[in-house]
């Protein structure tokens, strides 16, 4: 089967990874991918967003399986582009339809199918230009810390969490009438601050059938402490020791079964990954976000603890049948660390060498695959002559897997000591709640 695999970051060079140990998989070809993915496949350098060009990339090669990794072309429709055109319809493209994106696409749109279809969630109010004085007014008066979210996709930067009433008005602000988040931010989700701790749990699902893949746990801030700026990520572990068998019920229970049944009921066309970013209050998990994707940095440990065939999964996806699946999970902790360019998530500059050390050599990565189960999933990079040049503001994600959650932090270290870039840095506690 030949597989075209749209993305660019560490998610794809994972998924990239993942695919390639398919039986199933005859040719991988990843559009525009990285200087990483190339082990695996054929890079081809297109836009994720121009459909047309990724059509004729599908006739010319063959290709009889899509996989979307990033969310800006699920939620611009690339399903329906697909099911709607006589010579791509047959091929098997793994994601929602455009209609069902719009759980990641639109805060506003996700929260008030949670209500209606009573999914845990922290209470909120909408607002934009229109009515923007009812909403400084309804900051004003709101309990702190308040959690202000813009509506549209910000690559997981429109969240703030505002500590104090001046702050929150100002940001309000910002992203309404001066564009701060741009389009995204136009319209402003104004919610209720949960205090407790999180996780992300994903889903494969057919849009009737489901399963359940391995939790994790990211780290979104840039300071250590989990302090400063949101970015895409900076690390994530899996398992989540406080995501015991019972509390695990709870979610697929009062969480997973609602949100499948809801797109049944509302005739949302979905097949392919739900992210369900959720927080634990007390002893109840409840919903922070929904994505209509996998994870970044979480699937570079997803995927090391997943054993199954993830093509024959995909099939069963496609046909209906992910009933028949059962997914099996290396029982073993996995680590991710990623390294970012200096001055990100804010400016930052590109084009700078990576010095790999004795990880240059490609076929390196099956030598250190086998040895402990260590990988280098690349981002932000690109290949320049014979160099690797950073390419963006998250780098490298360096992934390992241990019998314990402080051991694979330890050995993704490691090899992070053997890299360099002008710049570079990395957080040093990801994994700290649980690494003792």
């Known amino acids: 089967m030949n597989i075209l695999l749209l993305g660019s970051g560490a998610r794809e060079h994972a998924f990239a990874w993942k695919i390639s140990r398919s039986k199933l998989l005859t040719k991988l070809f990843i559009a ?26 599908c006739i010319k090669q063959n290709i009889e399986m899509v996989f979307v990794g990033p969310e800006d072309p699920l939620v611009n429709g690339i399903y329906d582009f697909f099911k709607n055109d006589k010579k791509l319809n047959k091929i098997n493209l793994i994601g929602p339809s455009k209609d069902a994106a719009k759980l990641e696409g639109s805060k506003s749109y996700a929260k008030a199918f949670m209500q209606r279809h009573n999914i845990p969630t922290a209470s909120y109010k909408e607002f934009d230009a229109i009515n923007y004085e009812e909403g400084l007014h309804y900051i004003k008066e709101h309990t702190l810390p308040v959690v202000l979210k813009a509506d549209g996709l910000t690559a997981g930067k429109g969240v703030l969490i505002c ?64 302090t400063g700026l949101n970015t895409g990520g900076m690390g994530a572990v899996s398992p989540v020791p406080f995501a015991h068998k019972a509390f695990m019920q709870k979610i697929v229970e009062k969480i997973i079964h609602p949100t499948i049944e809801g797109l049944q009921k509302e005739d949302l066309e979905y097949k392919g990954f739900i992210f369900f970013g959720l927080i634990k209050v007390e002893d109840e998990p409840m919903v922070i976000e929904y994505n209509c994707r996998m994870g970044d940095p979480e699937s570079e440990v997803v995927l090391l603890r997943l054993k199954n065939d993830l093509v024959q999964l995909f099939i ?50 099956k030598t250190i695959e086998a040895d402990g189960g260590i990988m280098v999933f690349h981002a932000g990079t690109k290949k320049e002559g014979e160099e690797i040049i950073t390419n963006g503001g998250r780098v490298l994600a360096v992934s390992a897997l241990s019998d314990t959650i402080g051991e694979a932090i330890e050995l993704s270290k490691n090899i992070l000591g053997q890299i360099y870039f002008e710049g570079m840095y990395f957080r040093d506690d990801i994994g700290y709640e649980f690494a003792d």
């Open 32 to 57: 525009p991918g990285n200087a990483g993915t190339i082990q695996f496949g054929d890079n081809i350098d297109i836009s994720l967003t121009d459909f047309d060009a990724i059509k004729k990339v």
């Open 163 to 226: 500590q104090n009433h001046i702050e929150a008005m100002a940001e309000f602000e910002l992203m309404i009438q001066q564009s701060k988040f741009g389009a995204a931010g136009k319209k402003v989700v104004v919610e209720e601050f949960l205090n407790g701790i999180e996780l992300s749990v994903f889903v494969l699902t057919d849009g009737k059938n489901f399963v359940l893949l391995p939790e994790a746990k990211d780290y979104k801030r840039i300071g250590e402490g989990d």
């Open 316 to 365: 069963s996806c496609s046909s209906g049948e992910l009933n028949k699946e059962k997914i099996d999970i290396d029982e073993r902790c996995a680590a991710t660390i990623v390294a970012v360019s200096g001055g990100y998530p804010g400016e930052y500059e590109k084009g700078k060498v990576i010095d790999f050390g004795y990880l240059e050599n490609p076929e390196s990565v």
